[in-house]
């Protein structure tokens, strides 16, 4: 059998670099090598930077990949019996965000704790907080005993994820509870008792975060108007690598006459954003993408959030919950009013003039069929 060995480094580097990667045949069966982590519900897996597989006599198709900010690599190769291959893949990176005072973040992650630290260096994700505390699991599938004292995986200098999370998922929607001590805990409880709310307040009270996983769940209006929740998700696990789920699940369905087909779904999830705005209510955004239940890499979507005086996990949330954010799937949005950024408060008590700038960058191999500025 013909052996296939790749490794994956950054140009002009040298070291080897994480990276996410998908190895298929031409009749569209696909390929996981040992020592890497599979992700099968998207069939891909990613790797510390090299991997080696036996693969049968075949055409083979390999995409490479590592988040947002690098441009991918594809190639295909015919494998014949008995000889090796060695593959040597260059990922150029087309924008640093980091350097420009960005970092990224994925709310809605369910992965194991032990794939995550090589998952947020593969897909070059900032702030990973890891969902391990769902509904009535005690925990998720890591089984963790005791909370551990050091609740924050410190992979490097600016990849930093969390393990206690806790997602409330009932007949009412979803809320995130993020940056936990401790999982809240309510007792008894069925689809729609305590609401989804005793979750949002008791984590308040306790001084945690808390972000609405959709606009449409049934609950979310009562929970944006208690002020219960401190964000809420826009781009969010429906909208997928391949696909958009066109369904807002056991959400509020959204009228198709007015919203019809896929881009129907993303026109609603923006105009019940837009109510809350237009309600006088300061209410920041969020991005997630449900790896470990749904069809999506880790920081698929992703939030980028500013930070002026460097990079740290609780100054990445401060600046979520001030919305110095904006949340994407792919183009990079830069955007200010006057010099202002995402989040800040302009004040005046006569009419100004509002110089607005607005750029966004994606890789060639990207394309994007339209745009939208609203104001209200």
Request: proline residues 5%; charged residues 20%; glycine residues 8%.
């Amino acid at each position: 059998m013909p052996l296939l060995k790749v490794q994956i480094r950054e140009t002009d580097k040298s070291q080897l670099t994480p990276a996410r990667v998908i190895l298929r045949d031409e009749k569209g069966k696909y390929y996981y090598p040992e020592k890497c982590f599979s992700y099968e519900k998207d069939n891909h897996f990613t790797t510390d930077g090299q991997f080696k597989i036996m693969l049968p006599v075949c055409k083979v198709y390999l995409l490479v990949e590592k988040g947002k900010e690098y441009m991918p690599v594809e190639g295909e190769l015919n494998l014949e019996k008995g000889q090796d291959y060695h593959v040597d893949c260059e990922l150029q990176r087309w924008i640093n965000m980091a350097e420009l005072g960005w970092y990224s973040g994925d709310l809605h992650i369910h992965r194991t704790i032990s794939e995550i630290k090589n998952l947020i260096l593969a897909e070059d994700l900032n702030i990973a907080p890891n969902i391990t505390v769902w509904n009535d699991w005690k925990y998720s599938s890591d089984d963790i005993k005791i909370v551990p004292k050091n609740r924050i995986i410190q992979a490097d200098s600016i990849h930093v994820a969390s393990i206690l999370t806790q997602e409330d998922e009932r007949q009412g929607g979803a809320v995130i509870l993020l940056n936990l001590h401790a999982p809240i805990e309510l007792g008894l409880r069925s689809n729609w008792y305590p609401a989804g709310y005793e979750y949002c307040r008791n984590a308040h009270n306790l001084g945690y975060l808390v972000d609405q996983e959709k606009p449409f769940w049934w609950e979310a209006p009562v929970n944006v108007a208690l002020g219960g929740v401190d964000t809420i998700g826009i781009i969010n696990n429906h909208i997928q690598r391949e696909e958009i789920m066109d369904n807002e699940a056991w959400g509020k369905p959204r009228d198709l006459q007015k919203y019809p087909n896929y881009r129907g779904f993303i026109d609603n999830v923006l105009d019940q954003y837009y109510h809350y705005l237009n309600l006088g209510m300061n209410l920041p955004i969020s991005a997630g993408s449900a790896s470990g239940v749904l069809k999506n890499p880790v920081g698929f979507n992703r939030l980028y959030v500013h930070l002026d005086e460097g990079f740290s996990y609780d100054k990445w949330f401060i600046g979520m919950k001030l919305g110095r954010s904006f949340a994407t799937n792919g183009p990079l949005l830069f955007f200010s009013i006057n010099g202002q950024e995402s989040g800040s408060v302009i004040k005046s008590t006569e009419p100004i003039q509002a110089n607005i700038s607005i750029k966004a960058f994606f890789p060639s191999t990207f394309w994007m069929m339209s745009w939208k500025m609203i104001s209200g």
